[in-house]
């Protein structure tokens, strides 16, 4: 079963919000239920950028809310609490797509013979791109040979597999 502990849950608010998404993720996951303005004054923050931030938060439907009469102020209140379900989804999409990402990476690796200087600033070069460059590297000048990619293929097998126990 796919899960994203505490920790987990806290970056994926920073990721999306930065450090202040962060600190209202804790105290929300503390204090659950809280208003606008409550937030505010916890995270010493002006109202109107609790409210931006929650609604930029409640658009990845990382926070929710309820709509409360609060008897002591007489009035309809907004009352915020985060979506832990909603997180483990978000964090499994992205960790799909950069799932898919490795594979086409791998694929690209095993469809075409590269060719390289060996220069780690300097990229590799299909046969037919270093067929026109004479297999001479056009940055650094050094010659362009056959790359063996099955370290790197295997690099990406192992994320990957970790990857995909992940998500299962
Ligand atoms: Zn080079």
Known sequence: MFYVDEEG???VFRLVGGEEAE???RLLLARPGMREDEIA???QMDVKRVRK???QLSEFSLVAYDIVIDKELNKRVFRWRLQPEQVQGVVKTQLK???E???MLKKHYEANQLYWCGQQGCRKYTFDEALDKFFKCPSCGGKLMVYDASELISVVDEKLADINKLLE
């Open 9 to 11: 849950l806290i970056s």
């Open 53 to 55: 931030l929650l609604h």
């Open 41 to 43: 004054s916890e995270l």
């Open 23 to 25: 600190g209202l993720a």
């Open 97 to 99: 797509r950069i799932a």
């Open 101 to 103: 990402r490795l594979q």
